[in-house]
């Protein structure tokens, strides 16, 4: 089964790729990896989610808001592969940051949203490392960001 039929059978739907609102660029190929900047939780309106786990919003919520994450990291590599993410060999890591209450501590609840995600479309291939970072403050006050690197074939 393609990527894009994973995409389909598991009624998702990639968002546009934005641009940069800094002074980096949303994606980065160094030799056969490819590097996809950040991607704060965004939902389906294009609204920030903005928040704190732990007090505004809870795991599963933060789950949701990492699962938006890892379809904006998909739309970027697609973006970047000119539509053929048939390119994509595997997933090697995800880098995922919850901005959460001092007491919070289902970081990993939470990013397991943005894993679950990419397993999903990309089934075994999706397979990654990973970590699951507290912090209090994230940028625009969005409750989840998560970065990945790919490698291509």
């Known amino acids: 089964m393609s ?9 998702l739907q990639l ?9 980096y660029v949303a994606s980065k190929r160094v030799g056969n990896l490819l590097y996809i900047s950040g991607q704060i939780s965004i939902d389906k309106d294009g609204k920030l989610i903005k928040g704190k786990l732990g ?18 990291i998909v739309a970027q590599a ?7 993410l048939e390119k994509i060999k595997t997933c090697i890591k995800l880098t995922g940051f919850v901005n959460s209450t001092d ?5 990993p609840k939470v990013i397991n949203g943005a894993s679950d995600t990419i397993v999903k479309i990309f ?9 699951a970072v507290s912090t209090n403050s994230l940028p625009l006050g969005v409750a989840v960001e998560v970065d990945a690197i790919f490698e291509l074939n």
């Open 55 to 72: 007090k505004d919003y809870t795991t599963d919520q933060g789950y949701n808001a990492a699962v938006r994450c890892a379809l904006s």
């Open 15 to 23: 968002p546009t790729a934005a641009d940069p609102v800094g002074s």
């Open 3 to 11: 990527i894009e039929d994973n995409i389909k059978k598991n009624n």
């Open 123 to 131: 089934e075994n291939a999706g397979m990654h490392t990973r970590a």
């Open 103 to 107: 007491d919070f501590i289902d970081q």
């Open 78 to 84: 697609k973006k970047y592969l000119n539509n053929d």
